[in-house]
């Protein structure tokens, strides 16, 4: 059974860092493309991050140089390292497929105090 769970969230001042971990329990190995994606009140959900099979990332230009996502197979985990968090990062921070093909999690509250 798939199931994502999402974890690591926190609050925080602006310039600060959290990684956030995101283990994908049975389907690591079954997609191509793995991504964080984040949701602001009243915004809709936006990805932040992919990774791809062969360990290429992409990001987003309001995050890239700051955001970096890795994974580690054998634990079945996506991480998330945020670096220099801003206010505007504030949002629920989820993982899922790229494009998203399953069930989403609870995902993980990040608040980022100015």
């Known amino acids: 059974q798939v199931r994502l769970v999402e974890s690591g969230g926190g609050l925080v001042q602006a310039g600060d860092s959290l990684r956030l971990s995101c283990v994908a329990s049975?389907?690591?190995?079954?997609?191509?493309?793995m991504g964080w994606y984040r949701q602001a009140p009243g915004k809709e959900r936006e990805y932040v991050a992919l990774?791809?099979?062969?360990?290429?990332?992409n990001y987003p230009d309001s995050v890239k140089g700051r955001f970096t996502i890795s994974r580690d197979a054998a634990k079945s985990t996506i991480y998330l390292q945020m670096n220099s968090l801003k206010p505007e990062d504030t949002a629920v921070y989820y993982c899922n497929t790229i494009p998203a093909k399953e069930a989403w999690g609870q995902g993980t509250q990040v608040t980022v105090s100015s």
């Open positions: 049975g389907i690591i190995f079954s997609y191509d493309v």
């Open positions: 990774i791809t099979r062969s360990g290429d990332t």
